[in-house]
């Protein structure tokens, strides 16, 4: 019996011993094993054959009557004899092998198929023996039923056949070894990492950069000024940086530094705990004890009394230069409040440089109780003069900002482009907690070189988280006001070289001249006049005097025309009817040569001599002060100062450039639409 498949045949073939055999070759290229679903395929057509011929009554009388062996040769599917069996009886094949054969097991009689492919072509056979049949199978060819079985039975085998190896998993594929991890954090492995095929997942947009030591100490510096880093690691490893013995004053590793509330580093004596802000060294002329470096501090104690030294540390020297601290200059007034131990407190302290060392600037100083302590502190001394620069005429100082829930952002970029309207270079702000909007509209400042942004913090106890700092800031108002010095006394001491005058503004009020285009003008104008008579001292600040333009007054009118409702300043003209009184609230440009310690309104102590502040003429200048309402201490006095408000459009002279300044900023900000 002969059957075909796409590229494979099979024939039975009955040899002399009675026993039938089942051949399969294949006409592939190279000789292959036929898949599960051939074997099932060639078992399902040779049963079907066998059903067929069992159920011809002719076929099985003449084999029980013992008829010869004859192979039946044919293709497709149509009836034909299958192979004879012994003892009269033909038994269906049982046991199968796969190949590929050896040529010694060769089918005989192959050559006699009547098929077109020549005999040498390579195959595979599969050999069916009928031996094994007999015992199990010879009880059942007896009648057509028990046949039909056999055939469903093979048939369910075939099915197993070819499902059993579908249904076992995949193997999984073994992914790559991993690299080491300390590869992936060099910056090498970045670039020799090949392109991720086309199917793969995209990697997520991070921050794949890896910064140097050195960027990273530059950055360390940019967020901590008061921190020498540079200085440091270029002597960490001197072994001879120390004073007179190698145990008496070492110069202290940063790692060994006492910080507390990120920008302050930390003394602790006999008497009390001292919290330092930042160094400057003061060469001014006009200093009577010559060159001396100047420490902004907080101390809890209201007289100090315990004796702290300065440790002084050169680039051009390696033992520090030890000398006594001169003085604590209390930079704040008894009469104002919190005036008790235990409260932080406001200093300015002097470290007077020796003779031989005038003439060098220190790079960083450590302030110790004994000359010979192992400091916990160690500040960079700022030096911000320019080499040959001229300075500049005026500079903003903003104290610290705290604004969290409050966006002010619009009303800020206002503010800014006045100010700079006005004359000032640049503002240098101070950071508590503020909104994502001021945030984003100080960056854009920043990166157009207008503002600096310096973070601050409270010092000791007091609170920084932010909500509560703002609770704790707004209740504490004496506490928040001594707590301001700092940043307007560090304001003055990194800019008292670049700039003449100084302003410690709020982001609500501003300086107006009302004869002239500009604060230059302004102090031409005023500086002939203001000349102090012989025998006083120079003068150290020209303050304006305090005018209201409160938010009720703007209710109670309404909007202005031409100009838009987001500008402030411009639509609030009504202020109240007079001024606050001489010398109350008052702002005032700082002349930075005469001025050694800065309070809100005034200076408190000055180079020189005392301290003198010329009052600007109300028809030359004045403070407009833009608030909801008065201040607290004027809570009584304000609805006299409010009644009959006078309309007062000054500010409008520079309308025009500042309202299309304005613009121009809030629509780059995305605040407000482009123009279309």
């Keep these: 019996m002969l059957g075909t498949g796409t590229d494979y045949r099979y024939r039975v073939t009955t040899k002399s011993n009675g026993n039938h055999y089942l051949t399969v070759s294949t006409f592939a290229p190279r000789p292959r094993q036929l898949c599960s679903a051939e074997l099932a395929a060639v078992l399902a057509d040779y049963a079907g054959r066998w059903m067929d011929w069992m159920e011809e009554p002719a076929l099985r009388m003449r084999r029980s009557a013992g008829g010869a062996r004859a192979g039946v040769r044919g293709a497709g599917r149509g009836r034909s004899r299958p192979p004879g069996a012994r003892g009269g009886q033909a038994t269906p094949p049982a046991e199968a092998q796969l190949c590929p054969r050896s040529p010694g097991r060769r089918p005989r009689e192959y050559e006699r198929a009547p098929v077109s492919a020549p005999a040498a072509l390579p195959h595979s056979s599969v050999t069916l023996d009928d031996k094994v049949m007999r015992g199990w199978c010879g009880a059942w060819c007896g009648s057509r039923a028990r046949v039909r079985w056999l055939a469903a039975l093979v048939c369910w085998g075939a099915l197993l056949v070819v499902a059993l190896p579908r249904l076992q998993p995949p193997t999984p594929r073994r992914a790559p070894p991993a690299p080491p991890a300390r590869l992936l954090l060099q910056s090498e492995a970045a670039t020799s990492t090949p392109a991720p095929p086309p199917t793969a997942h995209p990697s997520p947009a991070t921050d794949a950069r890896v910064l140097t030591e050195e960027q990273l100490r530059a950055d360390a510096e940019r967020r901590l000024p008061s921190l020498p880093l540079a200085y440091w690691h270029k002597h960490q490893n001197d072994k001879n940086k120390f004073f007179k013995k190698k145990d008496c004053a070492p110069f202290p590793s940063i790692y060994e530094l006492e910080f507390h509330n990120t920008y302050w580093q930390t003394l602790h004596t006999d008497t009390g705990v001292f919290h330092f802000y930042g160094a400057y060294l003061d060469d001014r002329n006009t200093s009577r004890i010559g060159p001396a470096v100047r420490i902004l501090a907080v101390h809890d104690r209201i007289k100090p009394t315990v004796v702290t030294h300065c440790q002084l540390w050169f680039e051009e020297r390696e033992a520090p230069v030890v000398v006594r601290n001169l003085e604590y200059k209390y930079v704040w007034n008894s009469k104002w409040g919190n005036y008790r131990d235990r409260v932080l407190q406001p ?330």
Excluded at 580 to 597: D, I, M, N
Aim: with cysteine; glycine share 4%.
């Design 347 to 676: 200093y300015l302290m002097a470290c007077v440089l020796p003779a031989d060392v005038r003439h060098l600037v220190p790079a960083s100083v450590s302030i110790v109780q004994a000359p010979c302590d192992r400091a916990t502190n160690n500040l960079r001394v700022h030096h911000d003069r320019p080499p040959t620069e001229a300075r500049k005429d005026f500079a903003i100082c903003v104290k610290g900002l705290d604004f969290l829930h409050e966006d002010l952002s619009v009303r800020l970029v206002e503010w800014i482009e006045l100010v700079r309207l006005l004359g000032a270079d640049k503002v240098f702000f101070y950071e508590l907690q503020v909104h994502p909007n001021i945030t984003k509209v100080l960056n854009y400042y920043t990166e157009q070189g207008v503002v600096s942004v310096t973070p601050i913090t409270l010092p000791g106890g007091q609170p920084n988280l932010p909500g509560l700092q703002h609770m704790y800031l707004k209740k504490k108002t004496t506490h928040k006001r001594q707590m301001e010095l700092i940043p307007y006394n560090d304001c003055l001491y990194r800019n008292m070289y670049r700039y003449r005058w100084l302003a410690l503004l709020d982001i609500d009020e501003v300086i107006v001249p009302l004869e002239d285009a500009d604060w230059s003008a302004l102090m031409r104008r005023v500086l002939p006049l203001s000349t102090p008579l012989q025998g006083k001292p120079p003068r150290s600040s020209y303050h304006a005097s305090n005018l209201y333009f409160l938010d009720s007054l703007r209710h109670e009118h309404g909007w202005e025309e031409g100009v838009p409702h987001y500008m402030h300043m411009l639509q609030h003209v009504y202020h109240t009817r007079n001024f606050t009184k001489p010398g109350q609230y008052v702002k005032a440009f700082h002349e930075t040569e005469r001025v050694l310690a800065l309070h809100n309104h005034f200076p408190l102590a000055c180079l020189g001599g005392a301290c003198s502040s010329y009052p600007l003429e109300t028809r030359h200048a004045r403070l407009q002060h833009y608030r909801a309402d008065c201040v607290t201490a004027l809570s009584k006095s304000c609805k006299e100062l409010s009644e009959a408000p006078v309309r007062d459009t000054a500010l409008w002279r520079w309308r025009e450039p500042l309202v299309a300044r304005a613009g121009a900023v809030l629509r780059a900000l995305g605040f407000l639409p482009p123009h279309r």
